[in-house]
């Protein structure tokens, strides 16, 4: 059993012109141990996704409004408020994009390090400062008793983040949600954090639900990747396929715009064009299928399921895109291949 199966989950939020789906039947898998990542362009829903598995969706701005949220084996949605934070911390612990806002700026380190583990784990003061230190120097904080005194605007910001990481780790937890951890940090200081956060959860097992928007992280993060698109998973990959073998355009797109080495000096990065539809107008095919340079009228007029494709790596490629398609004679046509036929039918 996985330690965390999200099924058909959906969420919506109330807007000008009514209320918008920003998480449309969303399904994945974390394993024990494990690090998977989900990725797309910003307001596709990842963080959404994530504010939905800890509970911090609440009306009236927003709720969730189907599927199911499976933490070893229980439904995290039907939980009572004092059961889910029960949870929080101790089972799940999430880690934001922005630590400045995320830290409570009037309390010190130490007095936010200690207050989960004083009400989770039940330590006395002393044990819980003495475990804080710990966790500060095992997310390598120099001076880990000096700055248990120091209050959130005097850290940088990537010692801020460490100290979000460590407050993560702080009460053992089976599933850490990675939330754009690298966003307001430098090249060099991203870096670290992200070598950090891998040596962490290899250290101590545990998984890691890794979002973010930047491809170019995720090959030596994550094992399994699920890419989103406007509130749907389109493509969801072992991370080796996902980079050798990538089936839905829009991954083309995303793994197009990221610099490489191995380029001729000079190349330019391929963008892709146009921008994400708006979730209050989403076209009644392909959501992708405005910017994307292969599409044709099936993908305007008809949205495609997300299924396996033809290659079968260990864990199953899926993909939502009207190019993989089962033949008549129970093979498959590439992406390239079926847009190609629809060309030639449309003609």
Partial sequence: MALLEVRDLRTEFRAARGSVTAVDGVSFTVDAGEMVALVGESGCGKSATAQSIMGLIVPPAGQVTGGQVLFEGRDLLRLRPRE??????????????????????????????????????GMNRRAARARAIELLDMVRIPAAETRLGSYPHQLSGGMRQRVMIAMALSCNPRLILADEITTALDVTIQAQILELLRDLAQQTRTAVLFITHDLG????????VNVMYAGQIVERAETVDLFHRPQMPYTWGLLGSVPRLDLVRGGRLRPIAGRPPEL???????????????????????APQLISTCETP??????????????????????????ADLATEES
């Fill in 314 to 339: 260990t864990r199953g490629q899926l993909t939502r895109c009207w190019g993989m398609r089962p033949t008549d004679q129970g093979g498959w046509l590439t992406v390239q291949d079926r847009h």
């Fill in 84 to 121: 889910l934070r029960a949870v929080r911390g101790k089972g799940i612990a999430m880690i934001f994009q922005d630590p400045m806002t995320s830290l409570n700026p009037v309390l010190t380190v130490g007095r936010q390090l200690t207050e989960a583990l004083r009400m989770h784990l």
């Fill in 280 to 302: 209050s107008e989403l076209p009644d095919g392909c959501r992708f299928a405005p910017r994307c340079v292969h599409a044709r009228t099936t993908c305007q007029d008809s």
């Fill in 217 to 224: 992280v995720v090959a030596g993060m994550a094992e399994r």
